[in-house]
């Protein structure tokens, strides 16, 4: 048993990722980035740790790796967010289909949630085809009950109004 303890004591690599945490809170991507390079062999396994990798690979528009990153977290969690991200990351490179794939997985793991929804109606917009889905989603966000009530949700239904009068 002490030799397990020994050989798997993730006391320090935690406390060094609590540090680069605070680099990650203030926006501060590429020093976060470095610091989360150095700390994945010992913290591969927790997927909090990997999902601020990812979502940091992410803002430094290193979409590739931020998806192999996040695919790796949803290993070791249901977040629904790692769903979002990656998908925003597939729009980013052009892969529609992939994008449009992981959102629609998003919204089935939490269906209350309309962040995803909302993520399908811009990738909908933007694809001029699929205008018709795009409308569904702008319905779906504009009469979705959320759970609370924030400006996060007040700010996206102005923007899927918006959205809504460029499509027509």
């Not at 980035?33 to 690979?57: I, S, V």
């Not at 931020?66 to 925003?88: F, Q, R, Y």
């Not at 997985?105 to 399908?120: A, E, Q, V």
């Not at 989603?137 to 009530?149: A, G, H, N, R, S």
């Amino acid at each position: 048993l002490g030799a397990y303890y020994w050989k798997n004591n993730q006391y320090d690599a935690c406390k060094n990722w609590y540090r680069s945490k605070m680099l990650y809170n203030i926006g501060a991507y590429q020093s976060a980035k470095e610091e989360y390079e150095t700390l994945y062999p010992e913290l591969k396994n927790r997927g909090a740790f990997l999902f601020e990798y990812g979502y940091c690979l992410h803002k430094l528009k290193q979409y590739d790796s931020s998806t192999v990153v996040l695919e790796e977290a949803m290993k070791h969690s249901c977040d629904p967010m790692l769903l979002n991200i990656i998908g925003k990351n597939y729009q980013a490179v052009g892969k529609y289909e992939k994008a449009e794939e992981s959102l629609i997985r998003s919204t089935h793991r939490l269906p209350g949630r309309i962040y995803p929804y909302y993520l399908l109606a811009k990738l909908y917009a933007c694809l001029l085809y699929k205008s018709d889905a795009a409308e569904r989603m702008v319905e779906v966000v504009l009469t979705k009950e959320p759970k609370v009530q924030s400006t996060a949700v007040k700010e996206m239904r102005v923007e899927v109004k918006k959205l809504l009068k460029q499509i027509n």
